[in-house]
């Protein structure tokens, strides 16, 4: 049974860093994608950025460019997104995600999810 368990969210000031990890376990992810998708209040689940298992290929979307960067460890099995220069629009539940194949941004791809990690950015 395949488990994916976030942790290190929290509150942050503007302009402060987190580092968010997933740990995962239950099959070998060889051959499969982990993303970071992120929800906040009112809004559609979105997006942030994915790794391949076994390349290490990456994704960022636009917004986080260049401020947040995945990373995977395939011996600890973890998933990391390391996020620098927060501001408060990243305010949201970050959910750690896994599905066979390609990296793709459509949160109906994945099949396996997390419960998510609040991260809130104070102004």
């Known amino acids: 049974q395949v488990q994916l368990v976030e942790s290190g969210g929290g509150l942050v000031q503007a302009g402060g860093s987190l580092r968010l990890s997933c740990a995962a376990s239950?099959?070998?992810?060889?051959?499969?994608?982990m993303g970071w998708f992120r929800q906040a209040p009112g809004k559609e689940r979105e997006f942030v950025a994915a790794?391949?298992?076994?390349?290490?290929?990456?994704w960022h979307t636009d917004s986080v460019k260049g401020r947040f960067t995945i990373s995977r460890d395939t011996v600890k099995n973890m998933v990391y997104l390391q996020m620098n220069s927060l501001k408060p629009e990243d305010t949201a539940v970050y959910y750690c995600?896994?599905?066979?194949?390609?990296?793709?941004?459509?949160?109906?791809?994945?099949?396996?999810w997390g419960q998510g990690t609040q991260v809130t950015v104070s102004s």
């Open positions: 995600a896994a599905k066979r194949g390609l990296m793709v941004v459509s949160t109906t791809a994945y099949e396996y």
């Open positions: 790794v391949t298992w076994s390349g290490g290929s990456t």
């Open positions: 239950g099959r070998t992810f060889s051959g499969y994608s």
